[in-house]
């Protein structure tokens, strides 16, 4: 079964430093996962980014 959301958190929280870090479990095949974090700022600015992991 393909499941395209596999972690989803509406209410992450960054430190004061503006980081954050969270853990979810992957499949055990080798693959490659595209990472997108959305949000907004406590003054209303829209933030996107985009990574990758590789998982061997």
Do not use: C, H
């Amino acid at each position: 079964m393909l499941r395209t959301t596999i972690f989803w958190k509406p209410n992450l929280l960054t430190d004061e430093t503006g980081k954050t870090s969270v853990q979810f479990y992957a499949a055990d095949l080798v693959t490659r996962y595209r990472i997108v974090v959305e949000g907004v700022t406590e003054s209303g600015r829209p933030v996107r980014a985009v990574k990758y992991v590789t998982v061997e």
